[in-house]
């Protein structure tokens, strides 16, 4: 299920050995001690907080983020505005506090293999909050240009507030020996221990070696194998900032606020400067926050015919309520009624405040989506489900998500995504429409599970030319692929999240 919150601010991390990498490092201070690497830190310190007359603010909250991560499963792109709130940064210092914290998550990977090779010990062996430590430097030196000794004392200050003694040497070493070489020669380094392509591949562009064999894979089903290294890097680039403007809510003065049109949504924008979230503030929320993709996701379904006053439509899974919102505007200007679901209290909380925009309440249920199959059979003229997915098409907005999720995640949610869609299914009144989605392109999530949901169906249930209906609305050309039964947009191609799209309509009989 994808998350329209804005995921991280404009501006994108170099892949190690770019021009970028290591450039206008200054010279001195270049002292080096090979006995300190080799002598790893012990016990098993936990990070804290760094007083800030310490270490630079900047790098201080990006320690701290990357921190929570690994300790908590925190969500980077939730904590990371709200510690830049609380430190009252200037304009620079978030943005470098920005970039350190994402361009660290997303790189960690390559940063780790660089580590393993500078301390010459696998990084399973350095305590977790000095590995913390020595990521953040290794960014610096390899992907910014922050002076070399300035990524190495501020590491090595951060180093003496989570860790024991001997862990500063270690820091001052590791980070001094990576510091000697480019970044193009330590990217070499590092590809040179490859084992296979695919391992090369999660090396050079930092994700897991089983996501890059499943983004091939979804690649090979559309003919574009030969993307793989686009997607990859493509991941590793800030996304924009996309704002959405509902429809039949949004003024003119609304829209004056905005950069330039999305090149596809017709209801979209690219934010080029200012605060997004004080334009949602000042708009009562007839702006917000969606990439480009969500948009698509949701027009997919209120634009797929014409509307015919007195539809009533569900969203089945609708937290944290972006999609919902744009269904809701769509549905008003048409005479349809929409009703949103969502199980978990929380986010059905973020639901109702989502829909606070609109003029007229939204019913928002919370039920078990698996259920509605029974509970509401053949109610509902139009159902989007964005079912609960790994999220691995939103790796730009959430880079610690890669290290978290595993192969079993996919397996593990091919049962409730199979339930989703046959109670959706049900809902549906004869001749109504299901838009199926999922924030992932990972084929078991979504080629998968929509085969089998028509296989069961045994002829009640048609897949819809979903391309010719998101064409029919994109502002621009898609480049979509001959199999029209279904939509798979790009990071790479499209500019969006790897949102994956299908329009099912059930039989009139």
Known sequence: MSDDRLGSARGGSARPGSDRAGSDRAGSDRAHSDRAADSAPS?????????????????????????????????????????????????????????????????????????????????????????????????????????????????????????????????????????????????????????????????????????VRAFRQALRAEGHEDELADLLAADNMAAKVNMVALPGLATDE???????????????????????????????????????????????LSRARPIVAGERWLDLCAGPGGKAALLASEARAGGAELVANELVPA??????TALEALPEPVPVWEIDGTTIGRTHPETFDRILLDAPCTGLGALRRRPEARWRKQPKDVADLAGLQSGLIEAALLALKP???????????????????????????????????TAAVVQSFSAANLDLPADTGSVQLWPHRHGTDAMFITLLQRSNE
């Open 43 to 211: 016990g098993n310190a936990r990070s804290r907080p760094v007083p800030a007359d310490f270490v630079q603010p900047a790098r201080r909250i990006a320690y701290e983020v990357i921190a929570a991560v690994r300790e908590s499963d925190a969500y980077a792109n939730l904590l990371l505005p709200t510690r830049i709130q609380r430190a009252a940064l200037n304009t620079a210092d978030a943005a470098l506090a920005t970039e350190l914290t994402y361009g660290t998550l997303r790189m960690q990977g390559f940063y780790d293999r660089v580590i393993a090779l500078a301390a010459n010990r696998p990084v399973s062996a350095i305590d977790p909050a000095i590995l913390d430590v020595l990521r953040l430097g290794a960014h610096q030196l390899l992907a910014t240009r922050i002076a070399t000794h300035a990524a190495v004392n501020e590491s090595v200050s951060l180093a003496k507030q989570v860790g024991s003694r001997s862990a500063t040497g270690f820091t001052n070493g590791v980070l001094r020996t990576i510091s000697r070489s480019s970044a193009e020669e330590w990217r070499d380094r590092v590809l040179e221990g490859a084992v296979n392509v695919d391992d090369r591949l999660a090396a050079e562009y930092s994700h897991p070696a089983w996501i």
């Open 431 to 465: 001749g109504g429409i299901l838009a199926y989605v999922t924030c992932s392109p990972h084929t078991a999530e979504t080629r998968a599970i929509v085969a089998l949901a028509v296989r069961d169906a045994g002829g009640t249930v048609t897949a819809l030319d």
């Open 347 to 352: 986010r059905a909380t973020l639901v109702r």
């Open 254 to 300: 609304d829209r004056e606020r905005l950069g330039l049109a999305d090149e596809f949504s017709p209801v979209g924008f690219v934010l080029d400067s200012g605060d997004p979230y004080h334009l949602v503030t000042a708009t009562a929320g007839r702006i917000r926050v969606q990439d480009e993709g969500s948009q698509i996701a949701a027009l997919a």
